[in-house]
């Protein structure tokens, strides 16, 4: 396993899987490929949404992009905080994606990561992406902010198309 560990956050990533970090001027996302269609990004929200904001917010990209979207509501929490988490299933051109959608808030930020992976995929990297989940913590001194810059909320989501 591979651990990364900045930003007051820490998870364990399967080796051979490939981690980046973009933190542009607008944003910080931290994303873990694996094989084949698996992915996992987490993003942290230095404005503070509710969890709600941000889960109603990647639902309402997904609904619109896919149009047929079914939504469970889960019970999982991130970071051993209360989360708003949904699991989807998407079809496209006849391809079901299982997608994780998990939100939380801190003092500090609001959390949120998402994994998708196809359904034919599912199989092999499945465990490792709710690991990786399960794995998430993170931790601040009181005095200390996160090193991350500001950004609209409303952009979280561009990359999703």
């Known amino acids: 396993m591979q651990v990364y560990e900045a930003h007051g956050i820490r998870f364990e990533y399967p080796d051979g899987w490939e981690l980046s970090i973009d933190d542009s001027d607008d944003q910080l996302a931290i994303t873990v490929e694996g094989p084949g269609t698996a992915f996992w990004t987490l993003s942290l929200i230095p404005e503070r949404p509710t969890a709600e904001e941000v889960i109603e917010s990647a639902l309402q990209c997904f609904e619109e992009e896919y149009g047929e979207v079914d939504v469970y509501e889960v019970d999982d ?44 995929d599912f199989e092999e990297t499945g465990a490792a992406l709710q690991a990786i ?28 198309e």
């Open 133 to 160: 989940n399960a794995s998430l913590t993170w931790e601040f001194d009181d005095e200390e902010a996160p090193a991350v810059d500001p950004f609209e909320f409303d952009n979280l989501f561009g990359g999703l």
């Open 77 to 120: 929490p991130i970071c051993l905080l209360p989360t708003i988490a949904r699991n989807l299933d998407l079809i496209s051109l006849d391809v079901v994606s299982k997608v994780a959608l998990r939100a939380c808030e801190t003092d500090h930020f609001s959390i949120f990561s998402l994994f998708q992976v196809s359904d034919v």
